[in-house]
């Protein structure tokens, strides 16, 4: 049998529908949707409040499905920020999935582009780094393709249901609930279990400062800064670890 026919079947039996991985990656992702929920609320609230019709957000959560980025362009939009500026926030802010897909990619660059497509679509922050933490290596593993989707698709039904919550609640909720304290304390509770590493902890730590010293500029462009500062920061620190080990290998 020639190596690339049995590559093939390989993957093939990867990407056979498995109800037992399909419900594990449910239940390793259950214990993130009450926070993807809450969070996905906080938005909801944010849009509307900024003075999006119900119609528009609605759109806006379909479409861009990313709550930072929708977050961080809202008070742009409300400050009638130039088109370029809301667009290159957007693109920052979400810079983090092209490393996503780096990661994803040796695992489904076999998979039609259509199907793709739609995974990276509805990707998220959790559910990447559950996938990759149960699954490091990209060689073909029955089961791997569904245990995918049984993370993706609840996280993104959960999304767009609780999105809509808010974008229903958003105009009875009063300022003083402090909504999007709790939406912020939801995400510190997921994200704060995922740096597991130094040169995570350095980029949150670099993040954090800039956004806090750049945070007088306009436009919200201290976060621009503060993400490419965190990015950049947990790069080289894990490109210095790497060249340490090797060293000492």
Known sequence: ??????????????????????????????????????????????????????????????LVYAGSAQLASLPLMAAHAPLWVIFATALVVNLRFVIFSALLAPHFAHLHWRQRFLLSFIAGDMTVALYL?????????????????????????????????????????????????????????????????NAALCGVAVAGAVAVIADPLPYKLGLLLAVLGGMVTAMVVEETNEKRKARRG
Request: with cysteine; aromatic share 8%.
């Open 1 to 62: 049998m020639s190596p690339l026919r049995s590559a093939a079947e390989a993957h093939a039996r990867c990407d056979q529908h498995d109800p037992l991985a399909w419900r594990k990656g449910f239940r390793d992702g259950l214990p993130l949707l009450l926070g993807i929920g809450a969070w996905a609320v906080v938005v909801g609230v944010a849009m509307v409040k900024t003075g999006l019709t119900a119609w528009q957000a609605s759109g806006m959560t379909l």
């Open 133 to 197: 933490q149960r699954y490091p290596d990209p060689s073909p593993v029955p089961g791997k393709l569904s245990y995918l989707k049984g993370l993706l698709y609840p996280n993104w039904v959960v999304w767009q249901l609780c999105c809509l919550v808010g974008i229903l609640l958003g105009s009875a909720v009063p300022a003083s609930w402090g909504l999007d304290f709790a939406g912020t304390l939801a995400i510190l509770c997921m994200t704060v279990p995922l740096v597991t590493s």
